[in-house]
């Protein structure tokens, strides 16, 4: 079994005693036990639709979508309110610095480049990207760091304040995961999805926007929205253990 998604998948949760990756036994743990499947857990933290569609074909590249493979689970994005910047548009000087050097003398990938986020001298990822959420007025993290907004930066930020959550921009999200579902499914391996935050409600529309063209939905796993229940995230927003738990029991009478 593969379980592909963001930081909801990877285990992420701040905690009074948690940190990064803190939850051990997460949902998807708990589904493989019962299932009685091996599994593989890839949770990219911050990541983006785009990247979990570049780690499903590295995913297939490598052979890992093969007959041992009986089900793949992929927990994406359906609209998101963080802008990705690139990061030469706050740093001009670094496609000359060393940092971009080393990374131009090969790529790991995605699914590599991740594993490497701990700061060791493994490969990074090639695409540097520096994100915030929009919620959050300008002026924090690293707009601190780099001084006022510049051009690029303030364009990049006024459009995402407009597309972002939108329906185009769940709408975009929809064509990538039914794309991850075609790259999948041609390797004879069963496919479902969940959304575990972002929805708002909108999965009826976004369901008749693709109409007769895909049938995407048809395996969609329908969870609550986590910012209805309470007891079940901390302060970052991540599901705690309880919520990993309550996460497993509304899925897995969808799989038995």
């Given at each position: 079994m593969i379980a592909l998604g963001t930081s909801n998948?990877?285990?992420?949760?701040?905690?009074?005693?948690?940190?990064?990756?803190?939850?051990?036994i997460t949902a998807h743990d708990m589904i493989a036990?019962?299932?009685?499947?091996?599994?593989?857990k890839i949770g990219l933290s911050g990541c983006k639709n785009e990247d979990l569609l570049q780690a499903t074909n590295e995913l297939a590249h490598h052979k890992a979508l093969n007959d041992n493979c009986k089900l793949f689970m992929l927990e994406p994005r359906l609209g998101d309110r963080t802008v990705r910047i690139p990061i030469e548009t706050l740093i001009?000087?670094?496609?000359?610095?060393?940092?971009?050097?080393?990374?131009?003398?090969?790529?790991?990938?995605?699914?590599?480049?991740?594993?490497?986020a701990d700061g060791s001298n493994k490969m990074d990822p090639t695409i540097q990207q520096v994100a915030t959420d929009t919620r959050i007025?300008?002026?924090?993290?690293?707009?601190?760091?780099?001084?006022?907004?510049?051009?690029?930066?303030?364009?990049?930020?006024?459009?995402?304040?407009?597309?972002?959550?939108?329906?185009?921009?769940?709408?975009?999200?929809?064509?990538?995961?039914?794309?991850?579902?075609?790259?999948?499914?041609?390797?004879?391996v069963k496919f479902k999805w969940q959304v575990v935050t972002g929805h708002d409600g909108q999965l009826e529309l976004l369901e008749k926007l693709l109409g007769k063209?895909?049938?995407?939905?048809?395996?969609?796993?329908?969870i609550f929205d986590i910012?209805?229940?309470?007891g079940l995230s901390c302060g970052c927003g991540h599901y705690n253990k309880q919520g990993h738990r309550m996460w497993y029991e509304n899925t897995i009478n969808h799989l038995r």
């Open positions: 998948t990877c285990g992420d949760c701040d905690g009074p005693t948690y940190g990064p990756t803190s939850i051990k036990n019962e299932l009685g499947l091996e599994l593989v001009p000087t670094y496609y000359t610095s060393d940092l971009f050097k080393r990374h131009s003398e090969g790529s790991s990938g995605i699914l590599a480049g991740w594993a490497a007025p300008p002026g924090r993290y690293f707009f601190q760091t780099y001084g006022k907004l510049n051009l690029p930066t303030k364009a990049y930020m006024d459009a995402s304040t407009f597309y972002s959550h939108s329906t185009l921009d769940q709408f975009n999200s929809l064509t990538i995961i039914d794309s991850i579902r075609h790259i999948v499914e041609a390797n004879n063209h895909s049938t995407l939905f048809d395996n969609f796993i329908n910012r209805e229940i309470s």
